[in-house]
């Protein structure tokens, strides 16, 4: 039997974790943390799953919050450029999406990775410790991206990645209600006891609001303790989210979002005036990330390989993009079938690059279907960071525009953020100004 070691309980590894175990692979998951410490650790910042990505976690038996998990049913974009009106993009999705907190999320399908027979090993790794594995399994496959482990693979020929950000998030509650929300009824639970019937859920959009100084994201999501609401901001180095104070208290990290959103984001803010933040210590943080492509295969002291996937070698944590969740399900999904469309013979490093490059630029097949969407994914995120570059494509303003006013424009750009691989028309000025001729 093949056995394989997957380093680090993120959704990617998990989501191939499962795959594996599935199809009868011998399957050992290692994590520094256990499923109690994740739920209670600082939250993670990207929380969205898109219609796409739900559904193969449905498919997965891995969307386990149905009956609970308030459901993203469209975005809602508010443009604000110096000294002029605030535009609105919005648009419904052709399905709903989920927000769910990580800390749930991953805790959940770690403790039901064991549940169902997998090999679950806490305990720190380090680059001896994965020299060491190379030898016990015949595939080691990396899905974390920070530390000296992440720092094994070189960076990879495709160019410049995004600059980096600094990210602050707060779970909070008394958020106003927007005028998208709805009440739905939801079945109960497979596994239910007789009789239960779960409360409705409600729908609501995720909420933008983009300045050349910062982004603000808002949209439900379900914790532990229930529906809530995540606020992130975002913004580069430089701006207003320059300034934090160093080791911020989480009632300082919720005052000081708030004043950036009642000075930059007005429409947002209007449903935050009575927004407080929880009781809770973890449920604010402020970090910084950098967007990063890197080689997909690494090559350990002992001559061993390691093959990485996800944020280890594709890092999409950018909200406003809300792309991670796609790479995630993408490269598992990828990763899987190349795993088991390879029949005989050790997985060589070769294999380990055509794989990656198959996810990162590949056309998309019957076998294949993420194939193309690593590159699609970091793409969109560096196109909606030249919003409000000076030097931005004139193009990208007249879409903008455009979907400001049409709501068929807004349909397509909102609604190819399920698939970012859809988005080419939007990337090269002759498709873009082609597709908004036939609008006229």
């Given at each position: 039997?093949?056995?394989?070691?997957?380093?680090?309980?993120?959704p990617?590894?998990?989501?191939?974790?499962?795959?594996?175990?599935?199809?009868?692979?011998?399957?050992?998951?290692?994590?520094?943390?256990?499923?109690?410490?994740?739920?209670?650790?600082q939250?993670?910042?990207?929380?969205?799953?898109?219609?796409?990505?739900?559904?193969?976690?449905?498919?997965?038996?891995?969307?386990?919050w149905?009956?609970?998990?308030?459901?993203?049913?469209?975005?809602?974009?508010?443009?604000?450029?110096?000294?002029?009106?605030?535009?609105?993009?919005?648009?419904?999705?052709?399905?709903?999406?989920?927000?769910?907190?990580?800390?749930?999320?991953?805790?959940?399908?770690?403790?039901y990775?064991?549940?169902?027979?997998?090999?679950?090993?806490?305990?720190?790794?380090?680059?001896?410790?994965?020299?060491?594995?190379?030898?016990?399994?015949?595939?080691?496959?990396?899905?974390?991206?920070?530390?000296?482990?992440?720092?094994?693979?070189?960076?990879?020929?495709?160019?410049?990645?995004?600059?980096p950000?600094?990210?602050?998030?707060?779970?909070?509650?008394?958020?106003?209600?927007?005028?998208?929300?709805?009440?739905?009824?939801?079945?109960?639970?497979?596994?239910?006891?007789p009789?239960?019937?779960?409360?409705?859920?409600?729908?609501?959009?995720?909420?933008?609001?983009?300045?050349?100084?910062?982004?603000?994201?808002?949209?439900?999501?379900?914790?532990?303790?229930?529906?809530?609401?995540?606020?992130?901001?975002?913004?580069?180095?430089?701006?207003?989210?320059?300034?934090?104070?160093?080791?911020?208290?989480?009632?300082?990290?919720?005052r000081?979002?708030?004043?950036?959103?009642?000075?930059?984001?007005?429409?947002?803010?209007?449903?935050?005036?009575?927004?407080?933040?929880?009781?809770?210590?973890?449920?604010?943080?402020?970090?910084?990330?950098?967007?990063?492509?890197?080689a997909?295969?690494?090559t350990?002291?002992?001559?061993?390989?390691?093959?990485?996937?996800?944020?280890?070698?594709?890092?999409t944590?950018?909200?406003?993009?809300?792309?991670?969740?796609?790479?995630?399900?993408?490269?598992?999904?990828?990763?899987?079938?190349?795993?088991?469309?390879?029949?005989?013979?050790?997985?060589?490093?070769?294999?380990?690059?055509?794989?990656?490059?198959?996810?990162?630029?590949?056309e998309?097949?019957?076998e294949?279907p993420?194939?193309?969407?690593?590159?699609?994914?970091?793409?969109?995120?560096?196109?909606?960071?030249?919003?409000?570059?000076?030097?931005?494509?004139a193009?990208?303003?007249?879409?903008?525009?455009?979907?400001?006013?049409?709501?068929?424009?807004?349909?397509?750009?909102?609604?190819?953020?399920?698939?970012?691989?859809?988005?080419?028309?939007?990337?090269?000025?002759?498709?873009?100004?082609?597709?908004?001729?036939?609008?006229?």
């Amino acid at each position: 039997m093949t056995k394989i070691l997957i380093v680090g309980a993120s959704p990617a590894g998990l989501h191939l974790a499962h795959g594996l175990l599935t199809h009868g692979y011998d399957v050992t998951m290692l994590n520094a943390r256990t499923s109690g410490e994740i739920r209670t650790s600082q939250p993670s910042t990207t929380q969205f799953s898109l219609p796409t990505a739900l559904a193969h976690e449905q498919r997965a038996e891995l969307a386990r919050w149905e009956h609970v998990a308030p459901r993203i049913s469209g975005a809602r974009l508010h443009l604000h450029p110096p000294d002029m009106p605030t535009s609105t993009v919005e648009s419904a999705f052709s399905s709903y999406g989920v927000s769910v907190d990580h800390r749930v999320k991953i805790a959940d399908w770690l403790e039901y990775l064991e549940d169902r027979g997998a090999k679950v090993v806490i305990h720190g790794v380090t680059v001896g410790d994965l020299d060491y594995f190379s030898r016990m399994f015949d595939l080691v496959v990396l899905a974390i991206g920070y530390g000296e482990l992440g720092a094994l693979f070189d960076r990879h020929t495709s160019g410049q990645a995004p600059p980096p950000r600094a990210v602050a998030q707060a779970i909070i509650e008394g958020v106003q209600p927007s005028p998208h929300v709805q009440v739905h009824p939801v079945d109960p639970p497979r596994h239910a006891p007789p009789g239960y019937l779960p409360e409705p859920v409600a729908s609501d959009y995720a909420e933008v609001a983009s300045t050349p100084e910062l982004r603000a994201i808002l949209s439900p999501v379900l914790t532990d303790v229930g529906p809530q609401h995540v606020l992130q901001l975002v913004g580069a180095p430089g701006g207003p989210m320059e300034g934090w104070p160093d080791r911020p208290r989480p009632e300082e990290i919720w005052r000081w979002m708030s004043e950036l959103t009642a000075k930059h984001t007005p429409h947002l803010h209007q449903r935050l005036e009575e927004a407080y933040l929880p009781a809770s210590e973890q449920d604010a943080g402020v970090h910084a990330y950098t967007p990063h492509v890197r080689a997909p295969v690494a090559t350990l002291p002992s001559g061993g390989h390691v093959l990485g996937m996800a944020e280890a070698v594709v890092s999409t944590d950018d909200p406003v993009a809300a792309q991670a969740g796609n790479m995630a399900v993408a490269s598992s999904q990828h990763y899987l079938a190349r795993i088991l469309h390879h029949t005989q013979g050790p997985f060589t490093p070769a294999w380990m690059h055509e794989t990656f490059e198959g996810l990162w630029q590949g056309e998309p097949t019957a076998e294949y279907p993420f194939a193309g969407m690593g590159q699609a994914c970091l793409g969109l995120s560096q196109v909606l960071d030249q919003i409000w570059d000076p030097q931005a494509p004139a193009h990208l303003t007249e879409v903008l525009g455009a979907a400001a006013t049409h709501q068929q424009v807004a349909d397509r750009f909102l609604g190819d953020l399920d698939d970012p691989r859809r988005y080419t028309w939007l990337y090269d000025p002759e498709s873009a100004r082609a597709y908004l001729n036939t609008l006229t």
